[in-house]
T-cell receptor, first 114, second 113 residues
Framework: GAGVSQSPSNKVTEKGKDVELRCDPI?????LYWYRQRLGQGLEFLIY????????KSGLPSDRFSAERTGESVSTLTIQRTQQEDSAVYLC????????????FGQGTRLTVV | GDSVTQMEGPVTLSEEAFLTINCTYT??????LFWYVQYPGEGLQLLLK?????DKGSNKGFEATYRKETTSFHLEKGSVQVSDSAVYFC????????????FGRGTSLIVHP
């Protein structure tokens, strides 16, 4: 597509429910990143995918968080048993190749856990 | 490891004032340097970049010069507008065996008319 697309834009969920966030990267971009941004804070790295290689999950904060990506296509970030501290904007970025030449970000999904 | 230090915000200015947002970095070698901007309710977008020492990146009236002597990449604009109100992030690319770039904490800019 023309840019990185994330859905939904906003999600309000009850504490304890599971949520699934979607990221559709730019076509041809092999690298995909998920970040969490709490209100007024910087970016917190969550997970990195590069082609068909094993993902770097070192930033996932707990085992309630997981993410998948099939090949170089859509990625989904799943949060199980959501907690109020999970409330944040979740940003996805994609770039050509490994490393970081220029990354393109989606508009983010604002998650609110009530 | 690599790190980026940005000045604390928020930075509050009147329209047409001069802007400087400081960024210093610690890294091995001479990596490319980036500034990203995040407008309210949006994701980050690349504002400008510099790929080698003494390079000046520029875009939308913003400039930043890659200073290897001071390991700095300060963002400047001669005359800010209300529409420049956003959060600005300084960033280093991934290096060594890591694929994870390093972002600064972000500096919020508020421009009043």
């Amino acid at each position: 597509g023309a840019g990185v697309s994330q859905s939904p834009s906003n999600k309000v969920t009850e504490k304890g429910k599971d949520v699934e966030l979607r990221c559709d990267p730019i076509s041809g971009h092999t690298a995909l990143y998920w970040y969490r941004q709490r209100l007024g804070q910087g970016l917190e790295f969550l997970i990195y995918f590069q082609g068909n290689s094993a993902p770097d999950k070192s930033g996932l904060p707990s085992d309630r968080f997981s993410a998948e990506r099939t090949g170089e296509s859509v990625s989904t970030l799943t949060i199980q048993r959501t907690q109020q501290e999970d409330s944040a904007v979740y940003l996805c970025a994609s770039s050509l190749g490994s490393g970081w030449t220029e990354a393109f970000f989606g508009q983010g999904t604002r998650l609110t856990v009530v | 490891g690599d790190s980026v230090t940005q000045m604390e915000g928020p930075v509050t200015l009147s329209e047409e004032a001069f802007l400087t947002i400081n960024c210093t970095y610690t890294a091995t070698g001479y990596p490319s340097l980036f500034w990203y901007v995040q407008y309210p309710g949006e994701g980050l977008q690349l504002l400008l970049k510099a790929t080698k020492a003494d390079d000046k990146g520029s875009n939308k009236g913003f400039e930043a010069t890659y200073r290897k002597e001071t390991t700095s990449f300060h963002l400047e604009k001669g005359s800010v507008q209300v529409s420049d109100s956003a959060v600005y992030f300084c960033a280093l690319p991934a290096s060594g065996g890591s694929y994870i770039p390093t972002f600064g904490r972000g500096t919020s800019l508020i421009v009043h008319p």
